[in-house]
């Protein structure tokens, strides 16, 4: 089975043939550099979601099709050893899936584990962004203002306003976004 990684440059390099570009004008669409989008599609680099996300903009795709595909079912329930793991960049930011999947589905929800010293790039995107300090410390800002977390503190706001987080000994946080990461007909992988 392919790693995680590799299955995401796949996917990425099959959207990018099937749409005629080269990796210079993906690169210009997306404002990363064509040898970064070739470690990807190589499986060598992995992309912050972030880089993720403005790939699949320039691809005019959403993120969920290039994703890995977690094994999902529609139950109300998510065993602990059934929460899918995943990494998407060398950061070390790694996810945990806690989201049910069924038609109409309108909540991603993520355990997010931030390391030590992890800055997010500054992301703005369509809906609304929830989190909870689960542990560790989160700095959110949020058009500029920075707001100081900690365990047991919590954010929610319009996620179209320029936002990032960044920590300095680590956070895991509960995340629950009306932007979708998968698609409802995911079912496994």
Do not use: W
């Not at 440059?9 to 990363?32: P, S």
């Not at 470690?39 to 992309?47: L, W």
């Not at 094994?71 to 899918?84: E, G, N």
């Amino acid at each position: 089975m392919a790693a995680p990684n590799q299955k995401i440059g796949e996917r990425l390099a099959a959207l990018r043939r099937a749409r005629g570009f080269t990796l210079q004008e993906l690169a210009g669409r997306c404002g990363l550099s064509a040898s970064f989008l070739s470690q990807i599609e190589r499986g060598v680099s992995a992309p912050s979601i972030v880089s993720l996300y403005r790939i699949c903009q320039a691809l005019a795709v959403p993120l969920f099709q290039v994703l890995p595909d977690p094994v999902l079912d529609s139950s109300p329930v998510r065993y602990l050893d059934m929460q899918p793991h995943f990494k998407l960049s060398d950061k070390g930011t790694s996810y945990i899936r806690l989201s049910s999947n069924f038609p109409g589905r309108q909540l991603e929800i993520l355990i997010n584990l931030f390391p030590p010293g992890y800055k997010h790039p500054p992301a703005t995107h369509k809906g609304e962004e929830f989190g909870y300090v689960l542990s560790g410390d989160l700095t959110l800002i949020v058009e500029g203002k920075e707001y100081l977390l900690g365990p047991g503190d919590s954010f929610h706001f319009v996620a179209e306003k320029p936002h990032t987080y960044r920590t300095r000994q680590g956070a895991k946080v509960l995340i629950v976004s009306t932007e979708k990461f998968f698609s409802e007909d995911t079912k496994g992988g």
